[in-house]
């Protein structure tokens, strides 16, 4: 294992593989799919500043690329702050899975699919990247639709929408090769342009292309569908800036950055207004992945004022904070025994899950970038450089703002109504004191000092080169 | 006498791909999906050498096998009845199919030469014509195989057009990977949709 892309990715793909064989013990298998991903985030850091490590005497050196089928696959020592994150994605979602309800095959795939991601970032040529991303896609299925119940049309959407990326962006790149060299070819460069942002709409849901996101929502389990999403953005926000800092066609096109703040935009006052008006809590999930999708590419946007340190200092934040959302709605929903999660089903919730349920709202306020939370920081310089720049995509964002506000006081209302048929009594366990305490304070912490969450990450981005001013 | 020859297997598998659009009775999809891949064999031989043809075709029979061996395991197969009538949306499917098929032919000669002029007209009526069936598959139906044959027909459409773009090993390995895991997603949603019949 001298290689960081066999210790990397084919070491947990292979290890996610050994784990399908291990299903008959779930607390085992639960338990090494943490322990895994732990191990190499914490591998991935230790090597982040150099493949050449002296520890205890001993030398380990890595070396950085594999040639698989006469291409490469290279994963240098700069890159592997993404590496680490993306398994501590993968650690977060597999630590708790034994409160909730979940898939037996969340463990095994969770890891694969992990090890996939990490795949996408650095094959060479990268737009081959696409068929990855297709089969990360095809694995995840059996984590969104639970056994016993049929394929219902969520699935089928996301299927067809995520395969329909797939000739969108492979095309792009092909059509566009050595445009460098040809600046007045600038039909093709805006064709190239459309393909490859409509191929990443569909890939992450943003709107209008996101309808299968409330449809899948509504029929997966939400800790199952929260992992696929968020480990989605996270990589899918990599890929586009390995787009950007390779294809200088693409981030010198005029009007790029308009268009982005246009679909930010959208996508912020759209999930909002269409969240505001939803009566299931895993419908309004899936619009807050929504608004989420439309802050990192309002982000993009704005990467010539500094758009990707905002983008590291909210990369952290922003899957903690979706973390404990979902930790909040997993719980509620399998003590209270409720798979769809209409929100009238949490109706009393606050006397019988007061700490969830207390969760759950400081989770939405964590989310919507409320004042002392994680998130904050960072979506306040991101308004303040939009408030500067034009004052519609502010005005647009306000109302996606409100929109979740409405979502938060409604689901606050619903959950301090007394239930017609008595069931106030607590039933929630006083161990859940420990862990939502925990959390809260790593909330507010992160919102208080903001360099908790950035510093450990903060060169994560510094192989764009090309996107540094 | 050549050139019909030549264009031959490929309005073969534009049937095949029409066909399966239109019809749903699983066997005779199953055989018409077969022919499909089979069909592609010649355009992938004006490409590559034979080993090198052959691999998509010989992909696609191995996930149709898949399904056709999922189907037979949950009752699914049941003899074709060729004299059956069309139904209305049937005809529809059909009618939409063809005047698809009929906008690519009119327009293909302008679109090849804007855009893929290194790409046969030929080939590239064969790849869109599928990539079409295959959407327009994807679009009507609720089914999971037929969401399986859509998406297969849709890939095998693209992987044929990107076949006469750019070759790679590692792509055709990616491809082979993506159709053969489809052929297993395909397999176990027919599962879980019987299972869930007999629940």
């Given amino acids: 294992m001298n290689n960081t892309v066999l210790l990397f990715v084919a070491l947990p793909i292979a290890l996610g593989l050994l784990l399908i064989l291990l299903e008959r013990w779930p607390r085992f298998s639960a338990f090494l799919a943490a322990l895994i991903p732990l191990s190499l985030t914490g591998l991935a850091l230790v090597f982040s500043q150099s493949l050449n490590l002296n520890f205890l005497g001993q030398q380990f050196v890595l070396e950085d690329s594999l040639s698989v089928f006469g291409r490469n696959i290279q994963i240098e020592a700069n890159q592997l702050g993404m590496v680490a994150l993306l398994y501590f994605v993968c650690f977060l979602w597999n630590l708790p899975v034994k409160f909730f309800d979940y898939n037996h095959w969340f463990s095994s795939l969770s890891l694969i699919i ?3 991601w990490v795949l996408v970032q650095f094959i060479n040529p990268f737009l081959y990247s696409a068929l990855v991303v297709e089969l990360i896609v095809l694995i995840s299925v059996p984590l969104l639709s639970p056994r016993g119940a049929p394929a219902k049309a969520g ?4 299927l067809t929408m995520q395969t329909l990326a797939l000739p969108l962006v492979l095309l792009s790149g092909w059509m566009v090769a050595g445009i460098e060299t040809s600046p007045s070819a600038q039909a093709l460069v805006s064709r190239g342009a459309f393909l490859v942002l409509t191929g990443f709409m569909l890939w992450a849901g943003v709107f209008p292309l996101h309808s299968w996101q409330p449809m899948l929502s509504e029929e997966s389990q939400p800790w199952s569908y929260s992992f696929l999403l968020v480990i989605m953005q996270v990589s899918l926000t990599f890929f586009f800036l390995h787009f950007l800092n390779q294809y200088p066609w693409l981030r ?7 268009v982005l703040k246009w679909l930010g935009s959208l996508s912020i006052v759209a999930a909002g207004v269409l969240a505001a008006f939803q009566t299931n809590l895993k419908r309004i999930s899936s619009y807050i992945f929504m608004a989420e999708a439309g802050y990192t590419i309002l982000t993009f946007a704005y990467i010539p004022q500094g758009g990707l340190d905002i983008i590291t200092m909210s990369l952290l934040p922003r899957i903690f904070g979706l973390w404990s ?3 909040a709605t997993s719980y509620l929903s399998k003590n ?6 209409e929100l009238e089903e949490l109706k009393g919730a606050i006397y019988r899950f007061p700490r969830t349920s207390g969760l759950l709202i400081i989770s939405f306020l964590n989310i919507i970038g409320m004042p002392l939370f994680s998130l904050f920081p960072s979506k306040r310089i991101l308004w303040g450089i939009v408030i500067a720049d034009n004052l519609v995509f502010q005005i647009l964002g306000i109302l996606g703002f409100l929109g979740f506000m409405i979502v938060i006081l409604r689901t606050l209302n619903i959950m301090i109504k007394k239930p017609e048929n008595g069931g106030q009594e607590k039933v929630e366990k006083s161990i859940m004191i420990l862990p939502i305490a925990l959390i809260v304070l790593i909330m507010v912490m992160a919102g208080t000092i903001p360099q908790l969450f950035s510093a450990p990450i903060q060169n994560i981005l510094l192989s764009f080169n090309n996107l540094f001013p | 006498m050549r050139e019909i020859l030549n264009t031959l297997p490929i309005y073969i598998a534009l049937i095949a791909a029409l066909l399966n659009l239109v019809r749903r009775q699983w066997s005779l999809n199953l055989i018409a999906l077969v022919l499909q891949f089979i069909f592609l064999i010649p355009s992938l031989l004006d490409l590559f050498p034979i080993q090198i043809a052959l691999i998509q075709p010989f992909t696609g029979i191995m996930v149709s096998l898949m399904l056709y061996l999922t189907l037979h395991q949950v009752g699914g197969i049941e003899p074709i009845k060729l004299n059956r009538s069309l139904t209305p949306g049937e005809i529809f499917r059909a009618l939409a199919g063809i005047f698809l098929l009929a906008i690519i032919f009119f327009f293909l000669d302008d679109f090849q030469k804007a855009v893929f002029p290194t790409v046969s007209p030929e080939l590239l009526y ?12 994807l679009g009507t139906i609720r089914e999971p195989l037929y969401l399986a044959i859509g998406l297969l027909t849709f890939l095998s459409g693209f992987q044929l057009l990107y076949s006469a773009l750019e070759f790679s090993y590692l792509l055709e390995a990616l491809f082979v990977a993506v159709n053969l895991i489809l052929g297993i997603v395909g397999s176990f949603f027919i599962v879980k949709n019987a299972e869930s019949r007999l629940a």
Avoid: A, D, P, V
């Fill in chain 1, 252 to 258: 010198n096109l005029e009007q790029l950055g308009l």
């Fill in chain 1, 336 to 341: 209270i025994s409720s798979e769809k999660m």
């Fill in chain 1, 325 to 327: 959302l979902n930790f």
């Fill in chain 1, 114 to 116: 992990s090890g996939f």
């Fill in chain 2, 126 to 137: 064969l790849s869109f014509g599928l990539m079409l069936m295959g959407m327009m598959q």
């Fill in chain 1, 155 to 158: 699935i089928m959407r996301y």
